[in-house]
């Protein structure tokens, strides 16, 4: 609703800014049908919810060492993903009432996929084996390929840990190579 309110009022708040570009490009990312084929993940709406929560999760999970800055980029792109929700619900032909009703357990499901990968990003050791049960349990992934996600994750969230926080506010991280 913030983004709402900033571009009918005509302002733009920095961390609004840099929240959509992180936004953006992660989105792309999450669309690339190399998550898709061979059964790793299915091309759903669900499935593709599950790329775009591991990706966005680890990149908040990764704010979070950036003290009360990163915290407000976090919650900009919580507001960012919530505002995307609602313009493509809306799109769906879906009234005021029939978007609130979707957007609150989608927001749910991310917040709950959210904890679960920051745990398990967090943790001293056992981080594959508290990954891999987390996105198996989620049900979206292909079970028998996990490690390939588990993999791609790991190293995400090692090549976000290599930037400064200027450098995530501009989207200037790289993503590793999906099988």
């Known amino acids: 609703m913030l983004n709402i309110l900033s571009r009918i009022l005509g302002t ?15 989105m792309e ?15 759903t709406t669900d ?7 591991l990706h966005l999760a680890t990149i908040i999970f990764v704010l979070r060492d950036h ?3 990163g915290a407000q980029l976090s919650q900009a ?17 879906l009234s005021d009432t029939g978007v609130a009703r979707r957007i609150k357990p989608m ?3 991310f917040f709950a996929r959210s904890k679960s990968y920051a745990e398990a990003l967090g943790a001293d ?21 996990l490690g390939i ?16 926080l200027g450098q995530i506010a501009k989207a200037e991280f790289i993503f590793p190579g999906f099988p």
Request: glycine letters at 8%; proline letters at 1%; hydrophobic letters at 30%.
């Open 47 to 53: 499935g593709r919810m599950e790329i775009l929560c």
């Open 125 to 145: 050791a056992d981080t594959e084996q508290k990954l891999s049960d987390i996105i198996g349990k989620f049900g979206e992934v292909n079970v028998n390929k």
């Open 77 to 93: 792109i919580y507001d960012v993903m919530v505002d995307d929700f609602d313009v493509a619900l809306r799109e769906e032909g």
């Open 12 to 26: 733009d708040r920095t961390e609004i800014r840099d929240a959509r570009k992180i936004y953006q490009k992660t």
């Open 107 to 109: 927001a749910k499901m």
């Open 29 to 43: 990312k999450s669309r690339d049908s190399a998550f898709y084929k061979d059964g790793l993940c299915p091309d």
């Open 149 to 164: 996600f588990i993999k791609y994750i790991k190293g995400f969230h090692h090549n976000l840990g290599k930037n400064n």
């Open 67 to 69: 003290d009360k800055t």
